[in-house]
């Protein structure tokens, strides 16, 4: 059996960074697994300027930060594990790691390893309408990483359901790659992403259809794929207005109804955990360490409820800071005011109207906490 | 109507947020117009001048505000803006034009001297525009900054130009 | 109609990307080396990937990142390959899957 010091599930940005901070607190052994063919999780079909604090890389394409973050983990001997997934665990913090081999194979591989960070990520959500399995219908992430990863197109006319940062943000790459976006639909009475993202939609003449939803999705298009979207009305009760359809020509409709949390790993691991409606679903209890009820074991980023990039990447920062510390590479005092100092930016990126929400979830996740188990 | 119903800025939000311009400002010269009214974390747009005219300050969800008589419409900000929300807007280009920057991230991107049709923030066309610069330098890092010249009475209206 | 983007403000242009011929039923189409298989196909508007066991609908892309199987093709005579996360390989031989795929035993 393999021994490692620290083990991380997910290379995205909490996956790195909680890397890269273990590191540069001065532990020796981290290794990074991911179940993708490249690291850096959805960083790098973030091909738009990040928000966030000048101190921090705002400003900066979500790409090029992944790009910056991998060579850093890189440069400071980091290892990598790529088509690797981390199967389970079992007692003692012993992982079972289907690992990818050059050749394209998988070889089971058990490692027991001191300290555990999950940061496996989250999965977009589904919507179910008439027509929904259609060839054509798919998720915004999905059309998002053919575009802006693999540069082909999905389709040429988009009908987007969802006005989140997502919608928004994936409608106005779609028309960047050359497509074009009939409309966006989104059933809530207001645009749920930013305003800036609206108005980019706005500025190129694309309606967006607030209180509505895809009433039916025809798939009479070659081999059976989408043709035409009837969008429809609704009421403040979510129920469909008859008489207020609207028809739509269209080859590809993409679903940006929000995220949830993959807490696979977390729930096969007898951690606690809370239902959190704003971050999605089920999510693990925490402390301000990032460490679980299971100790030795630590969360980060959108497996502990969603939120955005730079939160994550925060976040994978503190459970770094909190394995080295854990493993005595760096004093508690020092972790103590390392992690005061992220946990600053993690409150600012938790204000204002759009931030408070998840301000008030995290509060409410970490007030669930009852503390990590005897080991 | 507010930009969360509709998705596109009005005026009257625009004075809410304290981000509108002087009529005084307005006829010394370009100026930085910031259209960001919701208080989300982000500030390099503050970082980005380096004259000090745009205010965000602590807490980072402060709205932006311009300071006129520092601000020199140099549009450094405007590429450095992630919402794309910045213009910077001439009302004294010519007697009978004004000019309007704006950051246009579409392909084909405008060439100088080409006509192209002028948007307002619905995009519904407003007027012809000619395109008098177009800017990508390194520094803007790959969100080009297209000037185009406007009769004046567009000025406050005109954000961008239908995409090709 | 070709859909590969080809020019981007961002993501600039293609630079000579290493062309290879895989076989899709039958038929030799264009792909670039080690790109996702499932890309290949979209260039040339391919969008269904596999008829579903029960009701024999068509399905194709729509997580995209390896996850819904969606996109589960015969890839070489193996069925069930995830299209969207295995690499187009010169003289590739991918057929759109019915059902299982004749994995009729993997129940």
């Known amino acids: 059996m393999l021994n490692k010091q620290l083990l991380i599930v997910g290379a995205g940005p909490a996956g790195l960074a909680a890397s890269i901070e273990a590191k540069k607190a001065g532990v020796k052994d981290v290794l990074v697994v991911d179940i993708n063919m490249k690291p850096g999780g959805q960083l790098f079909k973030q091909i738009h300027k990040f928000f966030g604090s000048s101190a921090h890389r705002a400003g900066v394409r979500g790409m090029d930060t992944g790009a910056a973050m991998l060579k850093e983990a890189e440069e400071l001997g980091v290892e990598i594990w790529l088509n690797t997934a981390c199967v389970g665990f079992f007692d003692e913090r012993v992982a079972c790691i289907e690992k990818g081999m050059?050749?394209?194979?998988?070889?089971?591989?058990?490692?027991?390893?001191?300290?555990?960070?999950?940061?496996?990520?989250?999965?977009?959500?589904?919507?179910?309408?008439?027509?929904?399995?259609?060839?054509?219908?798919?998720?915004?992430?999905?059309?998002?990483?053919?575009?802006?990863?693999?540069?082909?197109?999905?389709?040429?006319?988009?009908?987007?359901?969802?006005?989140?940062?997502?919608?928004?943000?994936?409608?106005?790459?779609?028309?960047?790659?050359?497509?074009?976006?009939?409309?966006?639909?989104?059933?809530?009475?207001?645009?749920?992403?930013?305003?800036?993202?609206?108005?980019?939609?706005?500025?190129?003449g694309v309606p967006i259809y607030t209180k509505h939803t895809i009433k039916e999705v025809k798939g009479n298009g070659p081999n059976g794929r989408v043709s035409e979207v009837t969008i429809v009305e609704i009421d403040p009760k979510f129920q469909h207005i008859e008489g207020t359809e609207k028809t739509f020509e269209a080859d590809t409709v993409t679903l940006a109804a929000g995220l949830k949390p993959v807490s696979d790993l977390v729930r096969l691991q007898d951690i606690e955990l809370v239902f959190n409606g704003p971050f999605g679903g089920w999510v693990p209890t925490h402390n301000e360490k990032m460490e679980t009820t299971c100790p030795g074991i630590y969360v980060a980023g959108d497996t502990t409820g969603v939120e955005e990039a730079n939160t994550a990447l925060e976040e994978g920062r503190v459970a770094g800071v909190s394995a080295a510390e854990a493993l005595g590479a760096i004093s508690a005092a020092d972790a103590e005011a390392w992690r005061a100092e992220i946990w600053t930016r993690l409150d600012g990126l938790r204000m204002g109207p759009f931030g408070e929400k998840r301000a008030i979830a995290k509060k409410e996740v970490m007030d669930a906490f009852p503390g990590v188990a005897e080991a | 109507m507010s930009i969360k119903e509709v998705g596109y800025i009005s005026h009257q939000e625009l004075i809410d947020a304290k981000q509108d311009i002087s009529a005084a400002r307005y006829a010394k010269g370009p100026v930085a117009v910031v259209e960001c009214v919701q208080q989300i974390p982000c500030n390099p747009c503050e970082a980005a001048c380096k004259f000090g005219a745009i205010k965000i300050g602590e807490p980072i969800t402060n709205l932006p505000k311009i300071q006129e008589d520092n601000c020199t419409g140099c549009g450094v900000c405007v590429a450095q803006c992630p919402g794309l929300a910045i213009f910077i807007v001439n009302k004294t280009y010519s007697d009978t034009e004004a000019t309007v920057a704006f950051p246009y991230e579409y392909t084909p991107v405008p060439k100088e001297g080409e006509e192209w049709e002028a948007v307002n923030r619905k995009g519904e066309y407003q007027c012809q525009a000619k395109i008098v610069k177009v800017m990508n330098p390194k520094a803007f890092d790959r969100t080009p900054v297209v000037t185009v010249a406007i009769p004046k009475e567009f000025a406050d209206e005109v954000r961008s130009v239908k995409r090709k | 109609m070709c859909m590969r983007v080809t020019d981007h403000v961002i993501l600039g242009q293609d630079v000579d990307p290493k062309m290879i011929e895989i076989t899709v039923d039958g038929q030799k189409i264009p792909a670039k080396e080690g790109e996702p298989i499932l890309a290949a196909l979209l260039a040339q508007e391919i969008m269904v990937n596999r008829y579903t066991v029960k009701r024999n609908e068509p399905r194709g892309l729509f997580c995209g990142i390896g996850q819904c199987t969606d996109c589960a093709m015969i890839v070489d005579g193996r069925a069930n390959v995830r299209t969207c996360i295995t690499p187009a390989v010169e003289g590739m031989i991918v057929e759109t899957q019915y059902g299982y795929g004749g994995a009729d035993d993997v129940k």
């Not at chain 1, 798919?138 to 197109?153: C, E």
């Not at chain 1, 779609?174 to 809530?188: H, K």
Request: proline share 4%; with cysteine; charged share 15%.
């Open chain 1, 102 to 204: 050059p050749d394209g194979s998988k070889q089971i591989v058990y490692m027991k390893a001191e300290k555990i960070i999950i940061a496996t990520g989250g999965q977009e959500n589904v919507v179910r309408f008439k027509g929904w399995t259609t060839p054509g219908v798919m998720g915004a992430g999905a059309a998002q990483t053919m575009i802006n990863v693999n540069k082909v197109k999905p389709g040429n006319k988009i009908v987007m359901l969802g006005t989140g940062n997502v919608g928004l943000i994936v409608s106005y790459q779609l028309m960047q790659a050359g497509c074009d976006v009939v409309c966006l639909v989104e059933a809530a009475p207001g645009i749920g992403g930013y305003g800036v993202h609206a108005s980019k939609i706005s500025r190129a």
